[in-house]
Nanobody, 127 residues
Framework: QAQFVESGGGSVQVGGSLTLSCTVS????????MGWERQAPGKPREFVAG???????RYADAVGGRFIISRDNAKNTVWLRMNMLRSEDTGVYFC?????????WGRGTQVTVSSGWGQGTQVTVSS
């Protein structure tokens, strides 16, 4: 049974960068395409980026030009370099690996992108 080891998630400010990593161990699971999906709070899971064994990559429109996906077939490892992060990139990122048209997913790693501002505090001046 395939096992996923995901890492690289964390907290970063808007404009920052993170690199996610995912290694899939396999027994009889022959890996084809690999990639990443994400799920923001209260929203459905969505495709982020994918890459074939031949290195052909594709990206969701929301991340194109900012994210770069790469892989090492020999190590069954896929990376996602995320640049110019935005607050809307916040979510749980799930690695997936496909074989024979069937995808399997890791448990996910949390990515939080914050504005760097505090929540604010109320000041009232009365006469």
């Amino acid at each position: 049974q395939a096992q996923f080891v995901e890492s690289g998630g964390g907290s970063v400010q808007v404009g920052g960068s993170l690199t996610l990593s995912c290694t899939v161990s396999q027994s009889t699971f022959g890996i084809d395409g690999m990639g990443w999906e994400r799920q923001a709070p209260g929203k459905p899971r969505e495709f982020v980026a994918g890459i074939s064994t031949g290195g052909m990559s594709r990206y969701a429109d929301a991340v194109g030009g900012r994210f770069i996906i790469s892989r090492d077939n020999a190590k069954n490892t896929v990376w996602l370099r995320m640049n110019m992060l935005r607050s809307e990139d916040t979510g749980v990122y799930f690695c997936y690996a496909g074989a024979n048209g069937e995808n399997r997913w890791g448990r996910g790693t949390q990515v939080t992108v914050s504005s760097g501002w505090g929540q604010g505090t109320q000041v009232t001046v009365s006469s």
